[in-house]
Nanobody, 121 residues
């Protein structure tokens, strides 16, 4: 069982930055691949970024955020981060942390409750 709690969302102007954090519980955290997804009003939830378990550390990104967002994890602190730079209004969404037993995080086992990110133009 893994419980996920996101934080760090808020209101930012276009071009600004935010760092989202996800605190995970559970002794097996390091064995999970972790990801971030987002859902804008009226749209389906979409993949943003993922980082593999401790044995790999590989990452992947949605094309829309590549070169602007960076995902990372700290297996000592049981944390996952999403550094978001050069934010655009279209990045506005509720962002969810996700845990998946297998790469590439397309069959999520656990979800967080979400944190709102709003980018003003």
């Amino acid at each position: 069982q893994v419980q996920l709690v996101e934080s760090g969302g808020g209101l930012v102007q276009a071009g600004g930055s935010l760092r989202l954090s996800c605190a995970a519980s559970g002794r097996t955290f390091s064995s999970y691949a972790m990801g971030w997804f987002r859902q804008a009003p009226g749209r389906e939830r979409e993949f943003v970024a993922a980082v593999d378990s401790w044995s790999s550390g590989r990452t992947r990104y949605a094309d829309s955020v590549k070169d602007r967002f960076t995902i990372s994890r700290d297996n000592v602190k049981n944390m996952v981060y999403l550094q978001m730079n050069s934010l655009k209004p279209e990045d506005t969404a509720v962002y969810y942390c996700a845990a998946d037993r297998t790469w590439p995080v397309d069959g999520v086992d656990y979800w967080g409750q979400g944190t709102q990110v709003t980018v003003s133009s």
